[in-house]
């Protein structure tokens, strides 16, 4: 696990969300939250939008909200020389994967 990160409490279900909906007037209101499904996502929003005080475009139970989930991003490390080494020519993964190699080497072009 040398080159794994941990971080106290990591919930991986748990996605940053971004809820929004349009009024009747078409305002766009937004909140964003951390919830672990589509329900609960919108559910907290809801609550957000109330506990924001009174206006008159509260959500309605027709509401059509929208969800941006915006997940944790993944980082990878890889030397050329392991892409160029995956790109060369092997039947191994099938016709896709032969596919994705042959894409690889002519992004790559001729070797140096």
Request: aromatic share 8%.
């Amino acid at each position: 696990m040398a080159n794994k990160r941990r971080t106290a409490g990591y919930n991986p279900g748990v996605a940053r969300c971004r809820v929004s909906f349009a009024d009747q007037n078409g305002i766009l209101h937004a909140v964003e939250v951390d919830a672990d499904s589509l329900y609960e996502a919108v559910a907290q929003a809801v609550a957000e939008f109330r506990a924001s005080g009174p206006f008159k475009a509260a959500p309605g139970p027709t509401t059509e909200f929208t969800v941006a989930v915006y997940r944790k991003p993944v980082e990878h490390r890889i030397r050329l020389t392991q892409v160029e080494k995956w790109a060369e020519h092997t039947t191994e993964d099938g016709p896709a994967g032969i596919m994705k190699r042959e894409r690889v080497r002519k992004l790559l072009g001729p070797s140096a």
